[in-house]
């Protein structure tokens, strides 16, 4: 049995509302166990009883940090000293840091580099260095499904830009079948936008967020589902391409026309010949410069 992850919580209550305890705790849980939950303050204060209410419903255990210089976060301070005592007790796999304090970047570096996996949570106003130092980052204000997405200043990635990526990790990690598995490329895509998240644009699933773009296509095998990019109808130099290259590895005895044609649909599942007004794939093939169909062999011809 898989090893479940064990993580840290540690709020910043000087730069978080208490509205969204449960939503941080619901969505820590989505990567593991937490084995600590503490929440930083100067619990003198007046402005802090939602969060006292918060820390004992949710068994959150306060820790008291008092203010001693006007102006300065001492908040801060009491977060990164407990966060690098966890980090060398070596009871936790990896931390979530829920502030929306620029301050913690670099905690987050650290702890990344000491191969700790990190879970930033924040509001939207959070500054862009601390959502990127962390391995994934989620905006508290998403998670609580609020309708706040229109800030332009929000840091959410834009779809052109995700979709250009998207295509880009896939010509990068295909396999031979120009390829990738949903969850690899769900991580990769993660690993270069670590505050993406598919419910910033209102859905649940990667699988139903990747299926507005286009210019991918997917292939379900058995329980994965597989990711490429879609054959545009006007890509012929493409199958040509992907024809030569299965027929050249045969050598000049040719290759079987039948299983050509499986060939290539397995590499480009979307091939249809009628996409290209032919009924039969012999006709589409000899009707390519560069082959010839002898005894149901298709060969090259060489200049």
Partial sequence: MEKEMRYAVLIDADNVAAKYTSYILDEVSNY???????????????????????????????????????GKNATDSAMIIDAMDILYSRNVDGFCIVSSDSDFTRLAIRLRESGMHVIGMGEQKTPKPFSTAC?????????????????????????????????????????????????????????????????????????????KFDSLSFRQVGSSILVSQKLDATDLQRIQNVLEVIVRSAGAKGYNLGELKKQLCT?????????????????????????????????????
């Fill in 32 to 70: 593991g166990v937490v084995t600590y939950k503490r929440v930083y303050s100067d619990w003198t204060r007046p402005n802090t009883m939602s969060w006292k209410a918060m820390a004992l419903e949710n068994a959150i255990t306060p820790i008291q940090q008092y203010s001693y210089t006007t």
């Fill in 135 to 211: 391995n994934a980052f989620k905006y508290l204000e998403i998670l609580a499904d609020e309708e706040l997405r229109n800030n332009a200043d929000s840091g959410i990635v834009d779809l052109k830009t995700l979709e250009e990526a998207v295509i880009r990790i896939i010509s990068e990690n295909a396999n031979a079948q120009d390829e990738i598995n949903i969850g690899e490329l769900g991580s990769r895509l993660l690993n270069r936008y670590p505050d993406f998240d598919v419910r910033n644009y209102g859905y649940s699933k990667l699988s139903q967020f990747l299926k």
């Fill in 267 to 303: 590499k480009v599942p979307d091939f249809n010949v009628k996409t290209y007004g032919y009924s039969k794939f012999s006709r589409f093939v000899e009707n390519l410069s560069g082959f010839n169909i002898r005894n149901n062999m298709v060969m090259i011809s060489e200049k």
